[in-house]
């Protein structure tokens, strides 16, 4: 289980080392001669890389992290414009599901909790644009391409909200997997993205508890609401194990994200954790996993799991979920809506230092 | 050179935000932020970057306005320091032991 304190010490071991990384130029000076004089001719492209992915290389090598002004391979800056712009488009509209319930809320303690929930998801969304944003990606670039359908976003936020016990599901399942996830790329060695991270995981937390919570108040209530809260586990949990991604075997990016130390677990080392924090949880709150196939295995000291649905995750993600169209659509009239106080904003504010300009002029 | 994520093609500008988190200490980095104006900036920074509390002031800068280091000259340009290790405290060995020194 990530606490609070394992996420803390991660970041100031990030922040302690960042300015401490030993200057690796010297020694790549050095080395290069001899390693030319001593490679075979067919291999020489291995040896023909310049001083600045040489660079690159040592501080991936030895743990550190690459800021936004370093020199990086290009395919390194697109699969982080790639998987930083799709987590902030999840988050964005990740919003919906939860809003939801905002006006429906049982109680005015939980509608509080639920709007500073959903606040802390825009914002999550905005602090991963930024990342984006420092790898030369522009916030109304990133913002058409997810309105005009074009990008990709956590396949889990097209399933629909019908009951109160979903908003349970949602912070348990889905902020537990969310959690699991990002845990690790809070250690990514893109700086501006670790830091996103370190600060989306603190939040993180509290949504995860206040799932928690009212899935376990629900299993305290009546029969029908511990139907309820039982009937909404079964529908978020093979999509919560979906959240990480297809098998490893079936997941073409990975090993690349690996290598370059953005990703620092497999998709299916991932799910197995999450599982295993999951199934002592389930007992507290009396709930069922819907898995039949769900046992204990001795010898790994692991819960294995039944069969994933892949076709399911693949057609959602193909845009032919439940909700896909409605967020899509939620997500292009805000945006549409919101246009001409946007534009009405930025003629206001050049016409204010239009204004100061003149008198600045007028006075000197 | 100014702060990486600044584009003229945006509708807003970008703005660097710096909290303070308690009195006392200094404002930090924290992140950045699209808003129209200095006033827009200063009340988005407070939304996204102080919902627990974490800060008791808060600057913003326009990404524009800051000049870096150029990126080209990086090992160059910090190079002075190297081999002025009489800089640090540590170099003066002889006086180990004396107390209050």
């Known amino acids: ?364 | 050179m100014t702060t990486p994520g600044d584009s003229a093609a945006e509708t807003w500008p970008l703005w660097e935000v710096f909290v303070r988190s308690n009195r006392g200490l200094s404002h930090v980095h924290v992140g950045s932020l699209h808003a129209p104006d200095e006033t827009l900036a200063v009340r988005n920074a407070r939304d996204l970057y102080t919902r627990r509390s974490e800060g008791v002031s808060v600057w913003v800068v326009p990404a524009v306005a800051i000049t870096t280091s150029d990126p080209d000259a990086k090992g160059a340009f910090f190079e002075s320091p190297a081999g002025k290790n009489y800089r640090h405290a540590s170099y003066y060995s002889k006086s180990e032991g004396v107390k209050h020194l």
């Open chain 1, 1 to 364: 289980m990530p606490t609070c304190a394992e996420i803390s010490d991660v970041h100031y071991l990030s922040v302690g080392r960042t300015p401490g990384f030993p200057t690796t130029t010297a020694v790549n000076a050095d080395q290069e001669p001899m390693m030319t004089s001593t490679i075979t001719p067919d291999t020489s492209a291995a040896v023909d890389i310049s001083d600045e992915e040489q660079q690159f290389n040592d501080l991936i090598e030895a743990d550190s992290r690459i800021e936004p002004r370093d020199w990086m391979p290009e395919g390194y800056r697109k699969s982080l414009v790639r998987q930083i712009s799709q987590h902030a488009h999840s988050e964005i509209i990740g919003m919906q599901p939860e809003a939801n319930w905002i006006t429906r809320a049982p109680s005015l303690k939980r509608k509080a909790i639920l709007m500073a929930k959903v606040q802390d998801e825009a914002g999550h969304g905005l602090y991963l644009y930024s990342a984006a944003q420092t790898l030369g990606a522009t916030r109304d670039d990133m913002t058409n391409a997810l309105i005009a359908g074009k990008a990709r976003y956590s396949s889990i936020f097209n399933y629909p909200t019908p009951t109160w016990a979903d908003m349970g599901s949602i912070g348990w399942l889905v902020d537990g997997a969310a959690i699991c996830n990002q845990v690790p790329l809070c250690r990514a060695s893109y700086g501006p993205y670790g830091r996103a991270m370190v600060r989306i995981c603190k939040e993180e937390s509290f949504h995860q508890r206040q799932g928690f919570e009212i899935l376990l108040e629900l299993m305290a209530g009546t029969e029908e609401q511990r139907e309820m809260a039982q009937d909404s586990v079964n529908r978020w949990y093979w999509p919560a194990l979906q959240m990480f991604g297809p098998p490893d075997d079936d997941s073409p990016n990975s090993a690349q994200s690996m290598a370059w130390k953005i990703k620092r677990h497999s998709n299916d080392e991932l799910r197995q954790r999450f599982v295993n924090m999951l199934v002592p949880q389930a007992a507290v709150l009396g709930v069922t996993l819907p898995d039949p196939d769900l046992h204990f295995n001795e010898e790994t000291q692991q819960w294995d799991l039944g069969e994933i649905d892949w076709t399911e995750f693949h057609e959602v993600l193909a845009g032919r979920g439940p909700n896909n169209a409605q967020r899509l659509q939620r997500r292009r009239d805000a945006h549409e809506d919101g246009q001409w106080v946007r534009e009405a904003a930025a003629a206001y504010a050049r016409k204010q230092s239009a204004l100061t300009t003149t008198l600045e002029t007028a006075a000197s």
